[in-house]
């Protein structure tokens, strides 16, 4: 059978603020930039959610794209959608919720709801250029 990859899209509005404790306001500041904004900042985030597989025989799908959609509003947006993400999500209470980390927890939230056969692959737009994508 051969494997084909399907993506759902979605979007979540969040804020964050890029900061290590463990550094000087000034080393915050030389490294983050105004990412690091004491009062946060927000991102419109487009969110693209890829599973590769193989084609079931039965369905024609590889992954019902109705079960996709409903893994992702409960994994992701209902989590992170409006929401400070340094104080109201777990994950980033001691993780530095830059883009690449955001992708990777996203990854880790949505991957245990697939099929061990599926492969994902998590692109995240922080900006309209500035995206990164992740995949085990």
């Given at each position: 059978?051969?494997?084909?990859?399907?993506?759902?899209?979605?979007?979540?509005?969040?804020?964050?603020?890029?900061?290590?404790?463990?550094?000087?306001?000034?080393?915050?500041?030389?490294?983050?930039?105004?990412c690091n904004n004491p009062h946060y900042?927000?991102?419109?985030?487009?969110?693209?959610?890829?599973?590769?597989?193989?084609?079931?025989?039965?369905?024609?799908?590889?992954?019902?794209?109705?079960?996709?959609?409903?893994?992702?509003?409960?994994?992701?947006?209902?989590?992170?959608?409006?929401?400070?993400?340094?104080?109201?999500?777990?994950?980033?209470?001691?993780?530095?919720?830059?883009?690449?980390?955001?992708?990777?927890?996203?990854?880790?939230?949505?991957?245990?709801?697939?099929?061990?056969?599926?492969?994902?692959?998590?692109?995240?737009?922080?900006?309209?250029?500035?995206?990164?994508?992740?995949?085990?």
């Amino acid at each position: 059978m051969p494997k084909v990859t399907v993506h759902r899209q979605a979007h979540f509005n969040a804020a964050h603020r890029l900061h290590r404790e463990d550094w000087d306001e000034a080393k915050n500041k030389a490294v983050f930039g105004k990412c690091n904004n004491p009062h946060y900042h927000g991102h419109n985030y487009k969110l693209i959610v890829s599973v590769t597989g193989e084609i079931d025989p039965e369905t024609g799908f590889v992954i019902d794209l109705k079960e996709l959609k409903e893994i992702i509003k409960a994994d992701v947006e209902e989590a992170f959608d409006h929401k400070n993400l340094n104080i109201q999500v777990e994950e980033f209470k001691n993780l530095n919720p830059t883009a690449e980390n955001i992708a990777v927890v996203i990854y880790n939230r949505i991957k245990p709801s697939l099929s061990s056969q599926h492969e994902l692959e998590i692109t995240l737009y922080e900006t309209p250029r500035n995206f990164v994508t992740y995949k085990a």
